[in-house]
C-alpha cells in the first residue's frame, strides 16, 4: 500500500493569509506512461462527504475557487489556498490514485486563527 | 443531476453481517468505477472497496475476505455485503463515484455501529 502522510496536523491562519498544506507518499504516484501524478485533495466540512477540489496534483476541479491551488511531483505535494476565507475552515485530505487500493492522508484541520 | 443514497447501516453485534446499498441516479453504476469509503467517528477516509467498470474489484487488507463488492444493473444500485463485522468496522460508509481515480460524486453516507 503507498501510504500518504500529511503535514501539519492542523493550523491556524489569519483571513486573507495563505495556508499551505503538505503531503507526501511512501512512493513516487508520477506515471511514467503519461507523466501525470495522480494525486488529489480534498476538502471536507463538518457533517458532510468530501469535496474534490484537485486532480492529478493540480488540475482545479470545475467550480473550485482559483484560490485553490496544487503542486509537487513524485512524492512531494502541496495544497495551497492563497488567500483563506471563513468558508475555508475544514478538514483537507489528499488521496492517492496510482493504485487501485486508493489511500489518503490522515488529514490537515484548517482553522481561523 | 448525479446523485448518490447510501442506505443499511445500522446498529449489529460483533460477528454479524450488513448489506449496505447505494442507490443512484444520473448515470450507471455497471459502466462506472466505484468505491465504499468509510469514516470511523472523528478518523480520516479509508477506501475499503473499488469496483472497476470492467467488474475488477479490490479490497483493503482490513476487509478482505469478509466484505464483498457488487451492483445490479437493472437497480442501479452498488452493494456492499459485509460479514464477521467487528468494532473497529463502525464508521460511515460512503459510496463515491470514481473519475480518473479521484471521486467526483458523493452520498451522505450510512452509519454503521458494530457493539455489543
Known amino acids: 500500500d503507498i501510504i500518504m502522510t500529511q503535514s501539519p496536523d492542523s493550523l491556524s491562519v489569519s483571513l486573507g493569509e495563505r495556508a499551505t498544506i503538505n503531503c507526501k507518499s511512501s512512493q513516487s504516484v508520477l506515471s511514467s506512461a503519461n507523466n501525470k501524478n495522480y494525486l488529489g485533495w480534498y476538502q471536507q466540512k463538518p457533517g458532510q462527504p468530501p469535496k474534490l477540489l484537485i486532480y492529478w496534483a493540480s488540475t482545479r476541479e470545475s467550480g473550485v475557487p482559483d484560490r485553490f491551488s496544487g503542486s509537487g511531483s513524485g512524492t512531494d505535494f502541496t495544497l495551497t489556498i492563497s488567500s483563506l476565507q471563513a468558508e475555508d475552515v475544514a478538514v483537507y485530505y489528499c488521496q492517492q490514485h496510482y493504485t487501485s487500493l486508493r489511500t489518503f492522508g490522515q488529514g490537515t484541520k484548517v482553522e481561523i486563527k | 443531476e448525479v446523485q448518490l443514497v447510501e442506505s443499511g447501516g445500522g446498529f449489529i453485534p460483533p460477528g454479524g453481517s450488513l448489506r449496505l446499498s447505494c442507490a443512484a441516479s444520473?448515470?450507471?453504476?455497471?459502466?462506472?468505477?466505484m468505491s465504499w469509503v468509510r469514516q470511523a467517528p472523528g478518523k480520516g477516509l479509508e477506501c475499503v472497496s473499488l469496483?472497476?467498470?470492467?467488474?475488477?474489484?479490490y479490497y483493503a487488507d482490513s476487509v478482505k475476505g469478509r466484505f464483498t463488492i457488487s451492483r445490479d444493473y437493472s437497480k442501479n444500485t452498488l452493494y456492499l455485503q459485509m460479514n464477521t463485522l467487528r468494532a473497529e468496522d463502525t464508521a460511515l460508509y460512503y459510496c463515491?463515484?470514481?473519475?480518473?481515480?479521484?471521486?467526483?460524486?458523493w452520498g451522505l453516507g450510512t452509519l454503521v455501529t458494530v457493539s455489543s
Open positions: 463515491a463515484h470514481e473519475r480518473v481515480g479521484v471521486y467526483d460524486y
Open positions: 444520473g448515470f450507471t453504476v455497471t459502466s462506472n468505477s
Open positions: 469496483i472497476y467498470s470492467g467488474g475488477t474489484t
